[in-house]
């Protein structure tokens, strides 16, 4: 039992490879940003990142190609972006540490729930347009944001614009966590956790 449907249990499909590809963007964004901090290309690593995500989706879709693997894949790149884009500017000093506790604690809450949803065969729940939305705001807010970081007087408006999206992004963040938490107590309340057959290996 799976939070989505699927089409596939195949794990070489363009949907997850490219998926597998927005993993390895992680540590050469994190390597533009800190080490040569090249802001111009971290921005197009993130931007490229940020696009793969909304196409690999689409392809699955298209393609009829949504498996397991991607449904995990997904979500995780998304949420290593998020990440290691929030560790990076916090090292940098372009935002307040208290943006990635208040980010990241949105996610530690919400893997709080994965045990008890895999005891009752899910591997996750349902992604909601919500929570796509504020992944998709985050994940273009942060470019715009780096765009921003500078005292060029060009830069001041790329610093608003960023921040309104960080902002929103958080705020609908938030949302869809509430969302996911109320899914996952009524999938809690509502199927018991799956037996072992007897004899089976633990």
């Known amino acids: 039992m799976a939070g989505e449907p699927y089409d596939t249990t195949r794990v ?33 690593v993130l931007a490229v990142g940020g696009a793969s995500d909304w196409f690999d989706g689409y392809l699955a879709r298209k393609w009829n190609q949504r498996s ?11 949420r290593l972006y998020i990440l290691a884009t929030l560790i ?15 980010l990241v604690s949105r996610d530690v809450l919400l893997a709080l729930l994965l045990p008890a949803l895999r005891r009752r065969g899910f ?17 273009y807010a942060f470019p715009v944001v780096l ?8 830069q001041l408006a790329f610093r608003m614009v960023g921040w309104a999206l960080v902002i929103w992004g958080t705020v609908l963040y938030w949302s869809a966590a509430v969302l996911y938490l109320r899914q996952g107590f009524e999938v809690i309340r509502d199927f018991p956790p799956l037996t072992r057959v007897a004899g089976s290996q633990p």
Do not use: C
Request: negative net charge; proline residues 7%; aromatic residues 10%.
């Open 123 to 139: 591997i996750s729940l349902p992604v909601h347009f919500l929570g796509k939305a504020a992944t998709f705001l985050l994940l």
């Open 68 to 78: 397991r693997l991607g449904q995990i894949l997904d979500p995780a790149a998304d």
């Open 88 to 102: 990076g500017f916090v090292a940098r000093d372009i935002v307040p540490l208290w943006l990635l506790i208040l």
């Open 147 to 154: 765009l921003g970081a500078g005292d060029e007087p060009w």
């Open 12 to 44: 070489l499909t363009l949907p997850n490879v490219l998926s597998f590809l927005r993993l390895l963007g992680v540590p050469l964004f994190l390597w533009l940003l800190l080490v040569r901090e090249n802001d111009i290309w971290a921005v197009v």
